[in-house]
């Protein structure tokens, strides 16, 4: 249980992220590192502000880590995103090597998952879920308004 605990209290923080995209107008998915049970980097989706397809929250996070450790390697990091990270994003998490990978709610379109697996190194600790509710909320209420206008 206490476990759990940690994991719901770092991904409440990549909520607070994905509420930084949506205040933004981007897709509402925030990212989170954390090395010995604190966070150092953040990171939020910012295709939209910034001109970039490339500018997604974990990818921002990754490099905000990097950057913080002074390595091009997270090995001793978790990542907690607030959804299944895309194909682009699993690359690089196993190009940092992040060893642990924790996700609240699975991207049915565009995760993945749906894609191969195996993307990440077989050594990657998964686990998703975590406030799954949460997580897939944010993202559902966003597309919805964006249908209706």
Same mark, same amino acid.
């Given at each position: 249980?206490?476990?759990?605990?940690?994991?719901?209290?770092?991904?409440? &923080?990549?909520?607070?992220?994905?509420?930084?995209? /949506?205040?933004?107008?981007?897709?509402?998915?925030?990212?989170?590192?954390?090395?010995? !049970?604190?966070?150092?980097?953040?990171?939020?989706? &910012?295709?939209? &502000?910034?001109?970039?397809?490339?500018?997604?929250?974990?990818?921002?996070?990754?490099?905000?880590?990097?950057?913080?450790?002074?390595?091009?390697?997270?090995? !001793?990091?978790?990542?907690?995103?607030?959804?299944?990270? =895309?194909?682009? =994003?699993?690359?690089?998490?196993?190009?940092? &090597?992040?060893?642990?990978?924790?996700?609240?709610?699975?991207?049915?379109?565009?995760?993945?998952? /749906?894609?191969?697996?195996?993307?990440?190194?077989?050594?990657?600790?998964?686990? !998703?879920?975590?406030?799954?509710?949460? =997580?897939?909320?944010?993202?559902?209420?966003?597309?919805?308004?964006?249908?209706?206008?």
């Amino acid at each position: 249980m206490e476990t759990e605990n940690i994991h719901e209290k770092f991904m409440r &923080q990549a909520l607070l992220e994905a509420e930084k995209a /949506l205040k933004n107008g981007e897709v509402p998915i925030g990212a989170v590192i954390v090395s010995n !049970n604190r966070i150092i980097a953040r990171g939020y989706n &910012q295709t939209e &502000q910034l001109n970039d397809v490339t500018a997604h929250a974990e990818i921002i996070a990754i490099t905000s880590a990097t950057n913080f450790l002074g390595s091009k390697y997270l090995k !001793n990091c978790s990542l907690y995103v607030t959804i299944e990270p =895309c194909v682009m =994003c699993a690359g690089a998490i196993a190009w940092a &090597q992040i060893p642990n990978l924790i996700f609240g709610a699975f991207d049915s379109k565009k995760g993945f998952y /749906l894609f191969n697996k195996a993307i990440l190194n077989s050594k990657v600790n998964i686990i !998703n879920g975590i406030l799954k509710n949460e =997580c897939s909320k944010i993202i559902k209420d966003f597309f919805e308004k964006k249908r209706k206008n």
